[in-house]
């Protein structure tokens, strides 16, 4: 069975930085495009950070730009999202996705809270 398994969520200041994780099983990780999407209350949800299978390309949202970043180690099968200089506006649940756009396939972790306090 496929698996997307994330940690690393908690609670943190202002300020602060957290590393989350997201360990894959049941795919070969290294065809995947990974990527990293957040949503809080009342909101959509929303690309944060991406990483392709073929290059490792990135991409981020505007609003994390240079703040996180997006890794992945195909040995261990997971990808990492680095999140430095943390502010209230970043509380959201993350998760992790995984695709193979081209064969229309998905599937989505059961996410991790981040709560940055002011």
């Known amino acids: 069975q496929v698996q997307l398994v994330e940690s690393g969520g908690g609670l943190v200041q202002s300020g602060g930085s957290l590393r989350l994780s997201c360990v894959a099983s049941?795919?070969?990780?290294?065809?995947?495009?990974m990527s990293w999407y957040r949503q809080a209350p009342g909101t959509e949800r929303e690309l944060v950070a991406a990483?392709?299978?073929?290059?490792?390309?990135?991409n981020y949202a505007d609003s994390v730009k240079g703040r996180f970043t997006i890794s992945r180690d195909n040995a261990k099968n997971t990808v990492y999202l680095q999140m430095t200089s943390l502010k209230p506006e970043d509380t959201a649940v993350y998760y992790c996705?995984?695709?193979?756009?081209?064969?229309?396939?998905?599937?989505w972790g059961q996410g991790t809270q981040v709560t940055v306090s002011s």
């Open positions: 990483v392709t299978s073929v290059g490792g390309s990135t």
């Open positions: 049941g795919i070969t990780f290294s065809r995947y495009d």
């Open positions: 996705k995984a695709a193979r756009p081209r064969l229309g396939i998905i599937y």
